[in-house]
């Protein structure tokens, strides 16, 4: 096993609150056979607490006929990946992304068309539930993807002719990152994610580097880490387009899979930008139209970037 696999492995198996474990070990219950991990990240690993917030999972399955028959979710689940689910155990409730083994894999990797999954298990996770062994191998093999994308599509995007620390390429990936994103945020956002647990990104970066220098290695190519930053900065024009019109779409489809997501959408940009947004009858009606219609509002005011 390679340096970064056995760092994510390490950080994956780091034990959780019993009552996130009993939560994953139900949401992996819904599914049977098909359940292969179950993933808790997100603001509620990062302070550890519970109670009163909205915990995030992701759920891998083996594909989404096994997880869903022959429901249209498979379908859905396939186009727009993943579907959002609102969930609740023992007094806590989260909301739970679901992925196959597949496109866990691949969403985490640089080819991937928007930020959303690799951006978020470059950040610390943990493997809370899985059916075994193999798929906690896969678990691993998927995210090791993660932060060796970030790296790559941030390094050229660092200020040139200036020093740069490992926290500071962290900093900007994760800057990058959010503003692909039809996120509500507070500036400092990407900084605080690094901020919260400085020495584990510290003990990633270097890792990271050195994967990075042993995959050109491993493919005969020269070590370039460095790629043309004209290049790079189209793609992430590409991935800011793709990641603000994606969000509507999943927007669009949690109106048919996730109640009361208007509720939670208002919930999310209230705390993290700061603003007392309220939710009115006629936008629970038709979800779709009132959360569109927040939109230029919240955009107006900086709400949402």
């Not at 083994?101 to 951006?119: G, H, K, M």
Request: aromatic share 10%.
């Amino acid at each position: 096993m390679s340096e970064l696999k056995s760092l994510i492995a390490q950080e994956l198996a780091q034990p959780v609150d019993k009552r996130v474990a009993a939560f994953a070990a139900s949401i992996a219950a819904q599914y049977g056979e098909a359940s292969r991990s179950v993933l808790f990240y997100g603001s509620c690993l990062r302070t550890t607490e519970l109670d009163g917030q909205m915990l995030d999972f992701y759920l891998i399955v083996s594909g989404y006929e096994a997880a869903y028959g022959k429901s249209w979710l498979v379908g859905a689940n396939r186009r727009l990946p993943p579907n959002v689910f609102p969930a609740e155990h023992d007094g806590l409730i989260a909301k739970v992304a679901v992925l196959s083994e597949d496109d866990f894999y691949r969403l985490n990797r640089i080819t991937a068309s928007a930020v959303s999954v690799w951006a978020r298990f470059a950040q610390p996770s943990r493997l809370v539930w899985q059916a075994d062994e193999t798929a906690q191998n896969q678990a691993v093999e998927a995210i090791e993807g993660a932060a060796i994308t970030l790296f790559d599509m941030s390094f050229p995007m660092m200020d040139i002719g200036a020093e740069h620390s490992i926290e500071d390429l962290w900093k900007r990936g994760f800057e990058l990152t959010y503003g692909a994103e039809l996120r509500a945020e507070r500036k400092d956002r990407s900084d605080s994610v690094v901020d919260a647990d400085p020495e584990r990104y510290a003990r990633f970066g270097p890792v990271v580097v050195a994967a990075i220098a042993e995959r050109n290695r491993t493919q005969g190519k020269p070590l370039k880490i460095i790629a043309s930053r004209d290049a790079v900065e189209k793609r992430w024009r590409q991935l800011r387009r793709n990641g603000k019109l994606l969000t509507l779409a999943r927007l669009a489809k949690a109106s048919a899979t996730y109640a009361g997501g208007i509720d939670y959408l208002a919930w999310k940009i209230n705390r993290h930008a700061g603003t007392d947004y309220e939710i009115r009858p006629w936008q629970r009606k038709w979800p779709i139209l009132g959360a569109l219609t927040m939109l230029p509002r919240l955009i107006a005011g900086g709400a949402i970037k």
